[in-house]
């Protein structure tokens, strides 16, 4: 079983900057992809970017070039750094971690950016 907890989310103005922290609590499975994924109002979940083991990273087109994801492997955490915030960037953030053979979500962290 693998536990997630996000963290780090908040009020912050337009145009500045949040880092989430993301630890993955785990029995002895490793920790393979980690993700990041936010809802904002109204629309579905969607992913933001993942991070492999080995530091590869992948961003979906509305963040590229605004947000960066890092990892920790010895913590089982990772970091989504957030920069140049703007009011459509508002919603809840999640964190995913995979094992081998399975998904685990956290509880959200929420994001609020204010115009």
């Known amino acids: 079983q693998v536990r997630v907890v996000e963290s780090g989310g908040g009020l912050v103005q337009a145009g500045g900057s949040l880092r989430l922290s993301c630890v993955a609590s785990t029995s002895g499975d490793s920790i393979t992809v980690m993700g990041w994924y936010r809802q904002t109002p109204g629309n579905r979940r969607e992913s933001l970017g993942t991070?492999?083991?080995?530091?590869?990273?992948f961003y979906q087109d509305p963040v590229k070039g605004r947000f960066t994801i890092s990892r920790d492997n010895s913590q089982n955490a990772a970091y989504l750094q957030m920069n140049n915030l703007a009011p459509t960037d508002t919603g809840v953030y999640y964190c995913?971690?995979?094992?081998?053979?399975?998904?685990?979500w956290g509880q959200g962290t929420q994001v609020t950016v204010s115009s």
């Open positions: 995913n971690a995979q094992t081998k053979i399975n998904s685990f």
């Open positions: 991070i492999f083991a080995d530091g590869r990273t």
